[in-house]
């Protein structure tokens, strides 16, 4: 199965009882995937995100320090679910993988720009898809269709109706058929003028000859 990456949208305090949500996205799907963090954890990830510095190193300097040291993130991603937790491996570059928190994963793809990915079966199960109208009152967040997919419908809708029978494909296979029998688009559109005098339109024949 292949691996999804997943975009992240942020940590949300989730009223009423000001629990933290941090919010990842699976675009394809149309769903997302929410992650549940401890008000400690959470807080520490916001505080990192929004570029809070402390006077002495947190424990998220010295993970990105000692990564760092191993040569950078060669991915990071979920391999597992039980029991409401995420067990994330954090692969370095010489291919170690190293297993981490959610949270503290968060961290390290964030600040080495490496995205957090999943394999699409695991995501299948614990991804969920959530209404406009919910997004907004839950998150007060709003996802725009897809690009692609929007483009893909438009493009669809432009091809269908400017073919004459509704099948672009079969319209561009007749017109290349007829063009290699010598069938010219204007021999199908005539002026009646132009038929009405084709006795006296002048022509080559096979030899390069006029002919009247």
Same mark, same amino acid.
């Given at each position: ?79 597992? @679910?039980?029991?409401?937790? *995420?067990?994330?491996?954090?692969? =370095? /570059?010489?291919? %170690? ?5 959610? +949270? $503290? ?32 009152? @839950?998150?007060?967040?709003? *996802?725009?269709?897809?690009?692609? =997919? /929007?483009?893909? %419908? ?5 091809? +269908? $109706? ?43 024949? =096979?030899?390069?000859? %006029?002919?009247?």
């Amino acid at each position: 199965m292949g691996k999804i990456s997943l975009e992240f949208h942020g940590i949300h305090v989730m009223e009423p009882e000001s629990e933290l949500c941090a919010l990842m996205r699976w675009v394809e799907g149309n769903r997302i995937l929410p992650v549940w963090l401890s008000q400690l954890e959470g807080a520490r990830v916001m505080q990192r995100l929004d570029g809070y510095s402390e006077t002495r190193p947190t424990t998220h300097d010295l993970l990105i320090e000692l990564i760092e040291q191993l040569g950078g993130v060669g991915s990071i991603e979920i391999v597992n @679910y039980y029991e409401g937790t *995420f067990m994330v491996d954090i692969v =370095d /570059a010489a291919g %170690e993988a190293h297993d981490a928190k959610l +949270s $503290d994963a968060l961290v390290v793809s964030e600040h080495f720009n490496v995205p957090i990915t999943v394999e699409k079966e695991l995501l299948s199960k614990v991804a969920v898809f959530v209404s406009d109208d919910d997004m907004d009152a @839950y998150f007060d967040f709003h *996802f725009d269709p897809p690009a692609d =997919d /929007a483009g893909e %419908e438009v493009a669809k809708t432009s091809s +269908s $109706d400017s073919s004459a029978s509704g099948n672009p494909q079969a319209d561009a296979d007749f017109e290349a058929m007829m063009r290699s029998l010598g069938v010219s688009e204007e021999d199908f559109f005539e002026t009646e003028d132009k038929k009405d005098s084709n006795d006296t339109r002048v022509t080559n024949d =096979d030899n390069g000859d %006029e002919e009247v």
